[in-house]
């Protein structure tokens, strides 16, 4: 019997259907076309093919936009949002409109032509982590911006582009994006109901029952959710609380590091390398907003998303905002937790 599933925090349903359930080793991310690779113009040496950088880790005596650095921030060639102007919020009759005003940042995770984040060590994770730190405190300061989301495109299907170098991406929005406003305004009905963080609870009863937990280590857990839209969707949490992703400490950053390479190398080796999304939700740029922002301290919980993308959205998703997913979460968290990696 198929089973519809209440994700606890926005209420999304998910149909897992086992009736067409595939088994986890049916999957793979190999069969997908991509066009040849391009001239990578990520790799240390090539400077001069991105626009100047904004932001790199290098050591003092070498210049800006040249070749010793071990990471880099550039502004996107294709920006989505542009920085310059201003926002200007106007209505045409019944319609809402303001110019498409925004930061839109690639973060060129390591000067090595390495395709997969799960290839890069902890510590230059952890490094990619303070770099998503630095850039989310620094664009706070725009206050034309609401919101800093993080997000990683890897491989052709995920929208990574022809050019297989480990990057991912900052845009910085003037108005806070309706998927983190559901999470927000879930977690804060949760916690005028039960005074309890909604991620708090759910990471307890995952520890409690075990079944969809992947990874339970230094303060941080991978699990595949209850209600998984993706086969092999998984999300990673600190086990304290915190509602602001900005606010880890150094050790927590090598820590989220060490579950980051773990949970995508089990990926990359249990399922053939597939091409994955990954989202970083944290708490909006606060700005002092009467009746705002109240118990947000309490009641969100910063979390990292990776979505396999073994599987396509199709009409019933666009039409009904539910998900298919063909392979039970408890299935898919005890295949990747066995990966050995
Ligand atoms: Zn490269
Ligand atoms: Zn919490
Ligand atoms: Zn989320």
Redesign the pocket.
Known sequence: MPELRKDPVIGRWVIIATERAKRPDQFSGQAQEAPPEKP????EG?ESHTPPEIYALRPKHTLPNSPGWELRVVPSIAPFLRIEGELERRGKGMYDLMNGIGAHEIVIETN???ANMADLSEEQIAKVITCYIDRMIDLEKDKRFKYALVFKNHGWVAGGGS???SRSQLIATPVNPKRVKEELAGARFYYDYHERCVFCDLIRQELEFKERVILDIDGFIAISPFAARFPFEIWILPKKHACDFTSLTMPMRLDLGRIIKKALSKLKKGLNDPPYNYVLHTAPFRQPKVGYWKSIDYDYHWHIEIMPRLTRVAGFEWGTGFYICPLPPEDAAKFLSEVEV
């Open positions: 990578c113009p990520f790799c090539s090595q032509h390495i050019v297989k170098h």
